[in-house]
């Protein structure tokens, strides 16, 4: 039996990053809560347990990582580091609160014709591309329903949605494990510059110009510009790399278990979330000694949370390997819990039921024409290509 730190060296190979889910049952076999060698790895233990990590996620004394500098001199720190997702109490909440009280479930309620408007003329665009037989790349679709929802949301115009890709993209890679090489860092650094200012003219045109859009409703609140900002460009790419992965993962996993029926969407969201969740790692810091599991985990110490492991903790889902929509208990812990609980829980949802529902009412011949090709990352767990043909 290998031990929690080899698995860990495992997880970040290539054959971990693609997939994991075997490394994740030998951890399981380890127990919940997996202790790493003092000085292997920067972190102390591995959560991989369903309970335990609940438990960690929900503890408000686990805190976020900050980084240690409170003016640091890489951009993408200041501008992370300055957002809600990455600070503790009393500003994480006071930050939260703000975007809470303008993502409410009425306000979402309203924006779901919205959301299936653009679904429809996504797919418009995609049966097009994909008229005759024509072998097209479903992640195309993928990235665009997310990136145009998100965008409508906060009024950012379409003609600018192409730009986002490839900036979010350099964050991300920059978040993932071993993402701190120098040339990531330094695309990651541009990204953010680029990012603030973009942000900071879209800010001041609302202030002038207000519409019904979101960043609109934001200017008034009692955040400073540059809180705004920072947690705009986190909302931003905290929204559609995550739910992009959800599409393509349930993509194959839908095509793989059968004919999808359409009118099981919101089912199919769910189960497909914990069977692949879209993230795949989460940091903490215990703030005092914390008992998890029968594990102390002294004062300082680093904890690394993997809900995607938890997802399919045998202890918590029978069978949990099976991808099966119609599982009771259908729980997850793919939009964290607790304090930090996603903020976008609602929206992912909405168009994950959105798409699959239109996409297999629209296209009920849709087939995979190729090999789907894995993303590399491993805290965002998704595709890079995936061939498709719409029948
Ligand atoms: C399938 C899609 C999504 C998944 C799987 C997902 C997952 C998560 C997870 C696991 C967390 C908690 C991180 C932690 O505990 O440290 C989180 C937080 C967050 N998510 Fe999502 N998310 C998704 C979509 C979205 C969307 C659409 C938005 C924006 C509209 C969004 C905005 C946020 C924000 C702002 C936070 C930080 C909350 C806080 O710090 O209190 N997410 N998400």
């Not at 919940?32 to 408000?60: F, I, M």
Request: charged share 25%; hydrophobic share 40%.
């Amino acid at each position: 039996m290998r031990t929690a730190n080899e698995i860990l060296v495992a997880l970040g190979s290539e054959d971990g990053r693609r997939d994991p889910m075997p490394l994740f049952a030998e951890l399981h076999r380890i127990g919940p809560v997996c202790r790493l060698e003092p000085g292997s790895s920067p972190y102390a233990v591995v959560v991989n347990g369903y309970d335990a990590a609940q438990d960690a996620l929900k503890d408000t004394r686990f805190h976020r990582l900050l980084t240690a500098d409170p003016d640091p001199k890489d951009a993408v720190l200041r501008r992370l580091g300055g957002s809600m997702m990455f600070r503790n109490e009393p500003d994480h909440l006071r930050m939260r609160k703000v975007f809470q009280a303008v993502l409410t479930p009425r306000r979402l309620t309203g924006f779901e014709p919205v959301v299936e408007a653009l679904t429809a003329e996504l797919l418009e665009d995609l049966g097009k591309a994909g008229a005759d037989g024509q072998v097209i790349d479903f992640v195309d679709f993928a990235y665009r329903l997310p990136i145009t929802v998100i965008g409508t949301f906060l009024g950012i115009p379409r003609s600018d949605l192409g730009w986002f890709r490839d900036r979010t993209k350099a964050i991300d890679d920059y978040l993932d494990l071993g993402g701190k090489a120098p040339e990531r860092l330094a695309a990651a650094n541009q990204a953010a510059d680029e990012l603030n200012d973009y942000y900071a003219r879209m800010l001041a045109d609302r202030r002038v110009r207000p519409t019904d859009d979101l960043v609109s409703s934001l200017v008034d609140s009692e955040l400073a510009e540059q809180e705004l900002i920072d947690n705009l460009l986190v909302l931003v790419n905290a929204s559609f790399v995550t739910t992009m992965n959800l599409l393509t993962n349930g993509l194959e996993l839908l095509l793989d278990a059968g004919t999808p029926d359409p009118s099981r969407a919101a089912d199919y969201v769910e189960e497909v979330l914990r069977h692949q969740s879209s993230v795949q790692l989460i940091s903490r810091k215990a703030s005092v000694d914390v008992e998890l599991a029968g594990e102390t985990i002294t004062a300082g110490s680093l904890v690394l949370i993997l809900p995607g492991a938890a997802n399919r903790d045998p202890a918590k889902h029978p069978d949990a390997d099976t991808f099966d929509p119609d599982r009771q208990d259908l729980q997850h812990l793919s939009f964290g819990a607790g304090p930090f609980y996603c903020v976008g829980a609602g929206l992912a949802r909405m168009e994950g039921r959105a798409a699959f529902s239109q996409l297999f009412q629209r296209f009920p011949q849709l087939k995979l024409a190729g090999e789907p090709v894995r993303s590399h990352s491993l805290l965002l767990r998704g595709h890079q290509s995936m061939p498709i043909r719409l029948g």
